[in-house]
């Protein structure tokens, strides 16, 4: 670390405080050289995937825009805010430790899917219905029946959801 008065590089930790469960970390530093004192802040950078899209483009990764959907489908709902906002970290969680550089928006709206049908049955079935592109009605009923089989599985390049 440079110093901010002399740019010497020399320097040693005085005190060192974590925050926000360990997502920044504050150190109090000296100057070997000149004998300043000043503070570093560290934060920790997370490398979000891509997202795949159904027509082949890729979006990074959005936590806000995952928000956004999941409001919509639970518009007019009893479903508090942090409710919503514990299912983006749940998803964001899933997505980080796939540790993959891509994941396709099929299993990404295929996991939203599962925590909104745990969450609210006609959340579950707004978010399907606009996460999804159905022909008709029947094959939209379809859908939903063949998503509450147990059997259900992902598709063959991403691994199953827990």
Known sequence: MKCPYCGKDEDR????RIQREGEIIKRRRECLHCKGRFST????????PFI???DGRREPYSREKLLKGIQAACQKRPISLAQMEAIVELVTQWVLGRMEKEVSSH???HK?????RRLDNVAY????SVYRTFKDVQEFLETL???????KKDPPHAPPVP
Not at 112 to 116: D, G, P, Q, S, Y
Not at 125 to 128: L, P
Not at 145 to 151: A, L, M, Q, V
Request: glycine content about 2%; overall charge negative.
């Open 13 to 16: 930790v005085l005190d060192t």
């Open 145 to 151: 029946e063949d998503d509450t089989h147990p059997e």
């Open 125 to 128: 079935v707004r978010f399907a």
């Open 52 to 54: 795949i899209k159904k």
């Open 112 to 116: 939203v899917m599962l925590e909104l």
């Open 107 to 109: 299993s990404l709206g």
């Open 41 to 48: 802040t560290e934060t920790l950078t997370v490398q979000f």
